[in-house]
C-alpha cells in the first residue's frame, strides 16, 4: 500500500487532529476512503477517527497515522493527497493513478470497469 501525503497535506492534517477533541488518544488519525458517489462514480472520504476497524490497513505518513479499509486500499494505492489554498480555490486534493476519469472539482473519480453508476452534481 503507497498513500503520499505532501508537506502541505500533513501540515493541514495534523492542525485538523490537534484542534479536535483530546490530544492524548494514541490511535487519533485520519481515515481515507472511496465510497459509491459523486459525478464520476466513486468520492473521496477524509474523516478523523481514533479506532482501527479489523480490516483496516495503518499507516503512519509523516507524523500522521492514516487508516483505510481493505476495500477502499486498491482504488487508493499510489494515491497523492496535496492541500491547496488558493483564491478561487481551498482543500484536499488528489491526484489518483488508479482513475481512469475525474470530474471538474477533483473529489469524484472513475476506476475502469468497476466504477458504480454516477450521480450528477448538485
Known sequence: MSIILTEKAELRLRT?????????????????GVKDGGCNGYQY??????????????????KVRVYIDSQSAPLLNGVVVDYVDGLL???????????TGSCGCGQSFQA???????????
Open 45 to 62: 472520504t477524509l474523516d478523523i477517527t481514533n479506532k482501527q476497524k479489523p480490516d483496516d490497513i495503518v499507516e503512519q505518513l509523516g
Open 89 to 99: 480555490e481551498s482543500g484536499f486534493k488528489f491526484d489518483n493513478p488508479n482513475a
Open 16 to 32: 485538523f487532529l490537534r484542534c479536535t477533541g483530546d490530544r492524548a488518544v494514541p490511535d487519533k488519525g485520519i481515515r481515507l
Open 112 to 122: 475502469g470497469n468497476c466504477t458504480p453508476a454516477a450521480v450528477p452534481c448538485s
